[in-house]
Antibody, heavy 117, light 107 residues
Framework: EVQLVETGGGLIQPGGSLRLSCAAS????????MSWVRQAPGKGLEWVSV???????YYADSVKGRFTISRDNSKNTLYLQMNSLRAEDTAVYYC???????????WGQGTLVTVSS | EIVMMQSPATLSVSPGERATLSCRAS??????LAWYQQKPGQAPRLLIY???TRATGIPARFSGSGSGTEFTLTISSLQSEDFAVYYC?????????FGGGTKVEIK
């Protein structure tokens, strides 16, 4: 059974840093495209970043230069390093597996990041 | 970036009735369109991919249609567990983009 479990969210001051983790089971992270998608309170879904199975990474313009996606193959875990956080980064962050044809087939339960002083 | 627009924003439907949700893309996405269902406090769940293929375990009352720029999600007979927010998403081009969602509420 595919499972994605995010951890690492919390309250952080503007300008601070946070690292989110997504522990995967039931499949191999490095064999799949993996993404982070976020949802601000009461708002819709926004794609944040992707890491390809080959290791290439891409980011939404809103986080480019501040966020870094990575994975640890030995731990079968995906990460999102978030630096220079802003109030507008406040959201639930979902880890997501991208299926063979680029739709998202599995989602984690999400972890809430609140950026506030 | 491809902009996805959903209508209506809110749809009030009685249980047992049919619901029709629309999604429009700002340029062609071929059939690279997915639909997700999200209930309060939960993660989205994949319903439809390839514009019309039901994901594993999705009931037959959910159906998708369309290609290019116009898409429809139909729920043939609404059950109590279907009241939720529905999002469309294109995966034809990066970045992946989502519509703003349609909330299906009880009339």
């Amino acid at each position: 059974e595919v499972q994605l479990v995010e951890t690492g969210g919390g309250l952080i001051q503007p300008g601070g840093s946070l690292r989110l983790s997504c522990a995967a089971s039931g499949f191999t992270v490095s064999s799949n495209y993996m993404s982070w998608v976020r949802q601000a309170p009461g708002k819709g879904l926004e794609w944040v970043s992707v890491i390809y199975s080959g290791g290439s990474t891409y980011y939404a313009d809103s986080v480019k230069g501040r966020f870094t996606i990575s994975r640890d193959n030995s731990k079968n875990t995906l990460y999102l390093q978030m630096n220079s956080l802003r109030a507008e980064d406040t959201a639930v962050y979902y880890c997501a597996r991208i299926g063979d044809h680029l739709y998202i087939d599995y989602w984690g339960q999400g972890t809430l990041v609140t950026v506030s002083s | 970036e491809i902009v996805m627009m959903q209508s209506p924003a809110t749809l009030s439907v009685s249980p047992g009735e049919r619901a029709t949700l629309s999604c429009r893309a700002s340029q062609s996405v071929s059939s690279n369109l997915a639909w997700y269902q999200q209930k309060p406090g939960q993660a989205p769940r994949l319903l439809i991919y390839g514009a019309s293929t039901r994901a594993t375990g999705i009931p037959a009352r959910f159906s998708g249609s369309g290609s290019g720029t116009e898409f429809t999600l139909t729920i043939s007979s609404l059950q109590s567990e279907d009241f939720a927010v529905y999002y469309c998403q294109q995966y034809n081009n990066w970045p992946l983009t989502f519509g703003g969602g349609t909330k299906v509420e009880i009339k």
